[in-house]
């Protein structure tokens, strides 16, 4: 099984519609992270957990939620989709140093129509 | 801020050929340096490290050298394959890891 679990791989949805991307890791580790990718603009953080009880916006937040179930869980919501949330949308967690990188999952691909 | 800025892509290479993507950044402090790969239909993949000045980062015949001096990561290999063609991320930690912040990109395609 994959360090980092993704699902669903693909989503075609239509706007307005609320839409969960859900994420599994089974490293052990307390930091988990939500990116968006977009072709030139490289990976955006969307929202950052540090443990269980603790969550933090990133750089563009807006229009998305977050849910930290577990240690090993991290769901992304949208709650209402619009088009330009078309994107990859990467889960990663890393451990507690920073120093050895982080493990992402293989993606989940959005688009809103 | 921190950032990090990556050569344009995409680079185009014959294999076997000499490979140089450029990497500089602005940080506060000592910051961990990394490069990524990602391989089409898939997530990043962590290539190779570098947590402080003059450590080299070595992997699967990659390497990169942490400069302080000239703010710089540059990712070399002496002779790359087809399979080497990828999208190549250039990132920096803070300490203690808080944030993360990853480069544009850089497409790679190698030709047979």
């Known amino acids: 099984d994959a360090d980092v679990t993704q699902t669903p791989r693909n989503r075609i949805t239509k706007t307005g519609k609320r839409i969960m991307l859900e994420c599994s890791q089974t490293?052990?580790?307390?930091?988990m992270y939500w990116y968006r990718q977009d072709p030139g603009l490289g990976l955006r953080l969307i929202y950052y957990?540090?443990?269980?009880?603790?969550?933090n916006k990133g750089e563009i937040s807006d229009g998305y939620s977050v849910s930290r179930q577990a240690q090993a869980k991290f769901s992304l919501s949208l709650e209402s989709a619009i088009p330009n949330q078309t994107a990859l949308y990467f889960c990663?967690?890393?451990?507690?140093?920073?120093?050895?990188?982080?493990?992402f999952g293989s993606g989940t691909r959005l688009t809103v129509v | 801020g921190n950032s990090v800025t990556q050569m344009e892509g995409p680079v185009t290479l014959s294999e076997e050929a000499f490979l140089t993507i450029n990497c500089t950044y602005t940080?506060?402090?000592?910051?961990?340096l990394f490069w990524y790969v990602q391989y089409p239909g898939e997530g990043l993949q962590l290539l190779l490290k570098?947590?402080?000045?003059?450590d080299k980062g070595s992997n699967k015949g990659f390497e990169a050298t942490y400069r302080k001096e000239t703010t710089s990561f540059h990712l070399e290999k002496g002779s790359v394959q087809v399979s080497d063609s990828a999208v190549y991320f250039c990132a920096l930690s803070d300490i203690g890891g808080f944030k993360t912040i990853f480069g544009a990109g850089t497409r790679l395609f190698v030709k047979a």
């Open positions: 990663a967690t890393s451990d507690t140093t920073g120093n050895y990188g982080y493990t």
């Open positions: 957990s540090f443990d269980v009880k603790d969550i």
């Open positions: 490293k052990g580790h307390d930091r």
């Open positions: 940080a506060t402090g000592y910051p961990s």
């Open positions: 570098a947590t402080k000045a003059d």
